[in-house]
């Protein structure tokens, strides 16, 4: 019988348990397998399976010394439905790819096999991992489990909500506009976006993509310290890779290596945010002082993100997803249209003002890291919304004009080049998550998930694994 308890403990305490042999892969797989069975009907995090070959990866490790299995030594990894995974249904949450099934996986995907990562699932996505609302015309929504008429934000809805409810115990993502931060915040987890080139994955449309990167979820900082250290590493097939640090991610998260000086701001002066959002977060952050950190607000100038931001998502839409357009425009989203067609409109001039926007932002948020440790903010500008809402059209009285605009806080610091961060920091008088952005300097992951940890263990926020909840009242 399937041991159930397993899935409550954190990662870091079963690949313990995996080195000692006190527990098998096959083990993992089985409460796995039971666990998805009671709760995810009810949130659809992880729609596709594929324990066959889980079992199959699982029995060959066995086959080894325990030395010999990497990093995670057997630990079960969930997929983002985004990336490819050799022989398993890969679907990009898109019509067009309802049936494909790749022959060959993503680099990140065999990287993590070789260092012990067993998959056994793909995480549900929005189509093309476009808007931060988990839902597509295949699989249909994944639900907060927090409240399962919420949304489960996005694009990796799928993976943060298999760790809230106990279906994985790390899980990958990815992020362009927030994609790993906003589930993490509205779903009471932790999901780092890390530096360009920090996760090394096959690149698609172009070899020099900055703005779209690969990283770790997980349920706390520790653990996700542990699957950045299983992702990192540089390979020739990505050459915007980087290699692995001396010391461990997880050796860092531990040190206690707090900050001196850290800026709080609610809104980064370009974004509304709801009340109750800005004081929960706001008083997170002020916490850094038990630590023994000054804590002050400030923010550097990021007033051209949202220009910026559009230009260079709809260019990277149009590059990407332009013959999609001309062949298979009646199987698309409206939003995914929209992104291409305003990147087709783009003029040369359009997208050198881009880039110059983003090497000027960059270099403030650079000078800004000169006088402080660590940047926080709201992951998100509000709490996790209805789940029919395809997405936020409005905030303290400040309507959008345009699907994305709502996660300004998030792709602001996509800009930058910079690693962020959400860490839960508390809950809505509802009883829904938050979570607070926390930013360091390009390539300083050790310093932010040393932080992170610090300010973690100060908060004392829970995070799960939970049973999913009905809506209230």
Same mark, same amino acid.
């Given at each position: 019988?399937? #041991?159930?308890?397993?899935?409550?403990e954190t990662a870091c305490a079963v690949v313990d348990k995996l080195k000692s042999g006190e527990v098998t892969p096959l083990d993992l797989l089985d409460a796995l397998e039971a666990r998805i069975e009671a709760v995810d009907d009810e949130v659809n995090a992880l729609p596709t399976l594929c324990f066959e070959r889980a079992r199959d990866h699982a029995?060959?490790?066995?086959?080894?010394?325990?030395?010999?299995?990497?990093?995670? *030594?057997?630990? @079960?990894?969930?997929?983002?439905?985004?990336?490819?995974? *050799?022989?398993? +249904?890969?679907?990009?949450?898109? $019509?067009?790819?309802? #049936?494909?099934? $790749?022959?060959?996986?993503?680099?990140?995907?065999?990287?993590?096999? &070789?260092?012990?990562?067993?998959?056994?699932?793909?995480?549900?996505?929005?189509?093309?991992?476009?808007?931060?609302?988990?839902? /597509?015309?295949?699989?249909?929504?994944?639900? /907060?489990?927090?409240?399962?008429?919420?949304?489960? *934000?996005?694009?990796?809805?799928?993976?943060?909500?298999? %760790?809230?409810?106990?279906?994985?115990?790390?899980?990958?993502?990815?992020?362009?506009g927030g994609s790993l931060r906003n589930p993490a915040s509205f779903c009471g987890i932790v999901g780092l976006r890390p530096s360009v080139g920090r996760v090394a994955a096959t690149p698609k449309f172009a070899v020099d993509n900055t703005t779209s990167v690969q990283g770790p979820m997980a349920r706390n900082v520790a653990d996700l310290a542990l699957?950045?250290?299983?992702?990192?590493? #540089?390979?020739?097939? #990505?050459?915007?890779?980087? $290699?692995?640090?001396?010391?461990?991610?997880?050796?860092?998260?531990?040190?206690?290596?707090? $900050?001196?000086?850290?800026?709080?701001? @609610?809104?980064?002066?370009?974004?509304?945010?709801?009340?109750?959002?800005?004081?929960?977060?706001?008083? &997170?952050?002020?916490?850094?002082?038990?630590?023994?950190?000054?804590?002050?607000?400030?923010? @550097?100038?990021?007033?051209?993100?949202?220009? =910026?931001?559009?230009?260079?998502?709809?260019?990277?839409?149009?590059?990407?997803?332009?013959?999609?357009?001309?062949?298979?425009?009646?199987?698309?989203?409206?939003?995914?249209?929209?992104?291409?067609?305003?990147?087709?409109?783009?003029?040369?001039?359009?997208?050198?003002?881009?880039?110059?926007?983003?090497?000027?932002?960059?270099?403030?948020?650079?000078?800004?890291?000169?006088?402080?440790? +660590?940047?926080?903010?709201?992951?998100?500008?509000?709490?996790?919304?209805?789940?029919?809402?395809?997405?936020?059209?409005? =905030? /303290?009285?400040?309507?959008?004009?345009?699907?994305?605009?709502?996660? &300004?806080?998030?792709? &602001?610091?996509?800009?930058?080049?910079?690693?962020? %961060?959400?860490?839960? =920091?508390?809950?809505?008088?509802?009883?829904? @998550?938050?979570?607070?952005?926390?930013?360091?300097?390009?390539?300083?992951?050790?310093?932010?998930?040393?932080?992170?940890?610090?300010?973690?263990?100060?908060?004392?926020?829970?995070?799960?694994?939970?049973?999913?909840?009905?809506?209230?009242?």
């Amino acid at each position: 019988m399937a #041991d159930l308890g397993l899935v409550r403990e954190t990662a870091c305490a079963v690949v313990d348990k995996l080195k000692s042999g006190e527990v098998t892969p096959l083990d993992l797989l089985d409460a796995l397998e039971a666990r998805i069975e009671a709760v995810d009907d009810e949130v659809n995090a992880l729609p596709t399976l594929c324990f066959e070959r889980a079992r199959d990866h699982a029995k060959a490790l066995m086959q080894k010394p325990a030395s010999e299995r990497g990093l995670l *030594a057997g630990l @079960p990894v969930p997929i983002k439905d985004l990336t490819d995974v *050799a022989g398993v +249904l890969t679907t990009q949450g898109s $019509p067009i790819y309802k #049936d494909r099934v $790749p022959d060959k996986s993503d680099l990140l995907v065999t990287h993590l096999e &070789a260092n012990g990562g067993v998959i056994y699932a793909k995480s549900n996505t929005p189509e093309f991992g476009a808007g931060a609302n988990t839902f /597509n015309e295949v699989f249909g929504a994944t639900r /907060n489990p927090y409240d399962t008429s919420r949304s489960a *934000a996005g694009s990796s809805g799928g993976a943060a909500v298999a %760790l809230a409810t106990g279906t994985a115990w790390l899980a990958h993502g990815s992020d362009l506009g927030g994609s790993l931060r906003n589930p993490a915040s509205f779903c009471g987890i932790v999901g780092l976006r890390p530096s360009v080139g920090r996760v090394a994955a096959t690149p698609k449309f172009a070899v020099d993509n900055t703005t779209s990167v690969q990283g770790p979820m997980a349920r706390n900082v520790a653990d996700l310290a542990l699957l950045l250290d299983a992702m990192s590493g #540089d390979y020739a097939a #990505d050459p915007r890779s980087l $290699p692995a640090p001396a010391t461990s991610f997880l050796s860092a998260a531990r040190s206690g290596a707090g $900050p001196k000086r850290v800026a709080y701001s @609610p809104d980064f002066g370009i974004t509304p945010v709801d009340p109750e959002i800005a004081a929960i977060t706001r008083k &997170a952050a002020q916490r850094f002082e038990e630590a023994g950190a000054i804590v002050e607000e400030a923010h @550097p100038d990021l007033s051209e993100a949202h220009e =910026c931001f559009h230009v260079l998502r709809a260019l990277s839409f149009a590059m990407s997803k332009t013959e999609l357009l001309r062949t298979r425009r009646d199987l698309l989203k409206p939003e995914v249209i929209w992104n291409i067609e305003e990147g087709l409109k783009l003029s040369v001039d359009q997208i050198a003002r881009a880039q110059a926007q983003r090497l000027a932002m960059t270099e403030r948020m650079l000078q800004f890291f000169k006088t402080y440790d +660590l940047l926080l903010s709201p992951a998100t500008i509000v709490a996790p919304f209805p789940v029919e809402n395809r997405y936020v059209a409005e =905030c /303290n009285g400040k309507t959008f004009g345009n699907y994305i605009e709502w996660l &300004a806080i998030a792709y &602001a610091t996509t800009l930058t080049c910079t690693p962020a %961060l959400s860490l839960p =920091c508390g809950f809505t008088a509802s009883g829904l @998550p938050v979570g607070l952005q926390i930013v360091a300097p390009p390539r300083a992951e050790a310093r932010l998930l040393a932080g992170a940890k610090v300010l973690e263990e100060i908060l004392g926020v829970p995070t799960g694994p939970i049973e999913p909840r009905p809506p209230r009242g």
